[in-house]
């Protein structure tokens, strides 16, 4: 308990001094109660009401047997929701190991803090009303007692503590881990398709019986907590492996890198980084993976839906190159200051990270053919718009907003977390959701033509005005440099 009291004591105090806009403001802080509000009020009321609807879908079916059914869906859905959007926990061990606290303490209080968040939030809402509507009226109270205990630890222990676990299993072992995921992932999807849908069936018979759920949530939960802390002691700074030298086909690539692309040497000397950096390549790897999903998700619906499957394309296409967009100028303290002291231009730092962005979005413009052949040319026209306007408009407004983005990466830690507070990272989203919008409007007022033009056009000029954007970003890098490298140092984790 002492460890948790000092590092909650710790994160308020890191929370209280944030500079970043409305956390230390009362406005900003009703806006976002606000807005926390309005997306509470529909799902508690769903919740509530889950039972009636049910009934009203099937009334041949038992609605308690329904939802016993969908309850354990809800774990790998927070689980990634939370690895997704929240970062692990980045306290550093080593500042505290002069205090009379043990490590495993610490680490049992990270892991405990990582369930202070809008996801356990939002798992009271969801799981709370309709325990009270249909649960609580239905059973004994030791029964829907049991029952509610291990819908929450499942929802919010589990959860948390899974997606803890897969971003240091990411880091760690990334492509095992990768590939493992994909063959969970395409069990479930046989399993829910093809039959003989197991998985519901197992959530059936744990949450139909709640003693024997209580007891299985206690032991998954333990299971879970117990690999996390081994993982996390293995990977702790202190006593973790350190990433080796590059092998022999790794530094050939980085060769290529130098003698081929523009700024060659910055380029590869910042794809080093992201290799090097457990965060970094947890962006990367993420990144690729939402590719592969959407893409996969928009071949299915081309078939019958031609809308969702181009709005899939317009939000994934960019892969890595939204979430390393944020962070790319300073990855760490010691980096920005590396990278500044050394006789770089800023004019050729500029344009090594267009470069490397650049890079990020190749995966998902080589992968935009294979839509060519179901689409009529009106709207391949709107494939063609969306590379231009990720190379021309967005890569560069992502350069221009990352020196005002002025937090370290977590370079022990592996995650897919683009948590930007400040006015100008919340003003590139427009531009990232553009194409989706230009799907839905071509298909729905069938302007397929205007919209590739709109956005093939803008990204065209952004291309062509590179010569002269290129000076502007650098001149304002060199004019952000000194608060970004102060930023950085004061934003350092604890």
Same mark, same amino acid.
């Given at each position: ?41 529909? @799902?508690?009321?769903?919740? #509530? ?8 879908? *099937? ?33 550093? %061990?080593?500042? *505290? ?96 398709? @093809? ?33 996390? @802390? ?23 690539? #980085? ?39 959407? *893409? ?55 344009? !090594? ?46 350069? #221009? ?26 003003? %590139? #989203? ?9 799907? !839905? ?54």
């Amino acid at each position: 308990m002492r460890a948790i009291r000092i590092l909650l004591r710790h994160r308020v105090t890191r929370w209280l001094r944030d500079p970043t806009w409305g956390t230390g403001t009362v406005a900003g802080q009703v806006v976002l109660l606000g807005f926390l509000l309005v997306l509470l009020a529909p @799902l508690g009321l769903g919740s #509530y009401v889950l039972g009636e609807v049910l009934r009203e879908l *099937y009334p041949e079916a038992s609605a308690l047997s329904l939802i016993n059914g969908g309850m354990l869906y809800l774990v790998p859905v927070f689980m990634a929701s939370r690895f997704l959007t929240q970062p692990p926990p980045s306290e550093h %061990v080593a500042p *505290y190991v002069s205090l009379p606290i043990s490590g495993t303490g610490l680490l049992n209080g990270q892991a405990a803090l990582s369930l202070l968040s809008l996801h356990t939030v939002f798992a009271v809402v969801l799981v709370g009303p309709v325990w009270a509507r249909e649960i609580a009226t239905a059973w004994t109270p030791v029964g829907a007692g049991a029952w509610l205990v291990a819908a929450l630890l499942l929802t919010i222990v589990l959860a948390s503590h899974g997606a803890n676990l897969l971003h240091l299993l990411l880091g760690r072992r990334p492509w095992g881990t990768a590939g493992a995921l994909a063959g969970i992932a395409l069990f479930f999807a046989a399993d829910a398709t @093809l039959g003989p849908d197991l998985f519901r069936g197992f959530s059936r018979v744990l949450f139909g019986r709640p003693a024997l759920g209580l007891v299985a949530a206690v032991i998954a939960v333990g299971g879970v907590h117990a690999a996390l @802390l081994r993982a996390r002691l293995e990977v702790d700074g202190r006593t973790g492996r350190r990433t080796g030298s590059p092998s022999r086909r790794q530094a050939g690539f #980085y060769r290529w890198v130098e003698r081929t692309l523009p700024a060659g040497r910055l380029v590869a000397l910042t794809l080093r980084q992201v290799a090097r950096t457990r965060r970094l390549r947890g962006v990367g790897l993420s990144g690729l993976a939402f590719i592969v999903y959407g *893409y996969g998700v928009a071949l299915g619906e081309v078939f019958r839906e031609l809308a969702p499957s181009l709005f899939f394309v317009g939000l994934v296409g960019l892969g890595p190159t939204l979430g390393l967009g944020f962070i790319v100028f300073g990855i760490a303290a010691g980096h920005a200051d590396g990278l500044f002291a050394r006789p770089h231009a800023p004019r050729r730092i500029v344009k !090594a990270t267009l470069v490397l962005l650049w890079l990020g979005i190749l995966p998902g413009t080589l992968l935009l053919p294979a839509f060519l052949p179901w689409l009529s040319p009106a709207q391949s026209s709107l494939l063609l718009g969306f590379a231009l306007w990720w190379s021309g408009i967005v890569v560069p407004a992502l350069v #221009y907003v990352a020196p005002r983005l002025r937090k370290p990466v977590d370079t022990s830690a592996s995650a897919f977390t683009i948590s930007v507070r400040t006015l100008h990272g919340i003003a %590139v #989203y427009p531009l990232w959701f553009a194409p989706m919008i230009a799907a !839905a409007v071509a298909d729905a007022a069938g302007v397929w033509w205007t919209a590739g033009a709109v956005l093939g056009g803008a990204g065209l000029i952004g291309l062509l005005a590179l010569p002269w954007t290129t000076g502007v970003l650098a001149r304002q890098l060199a004019s952000h440099r000194h608060a970004m490298t102060a930023g950085f140092r004061e934003n350092e984790p604890v």
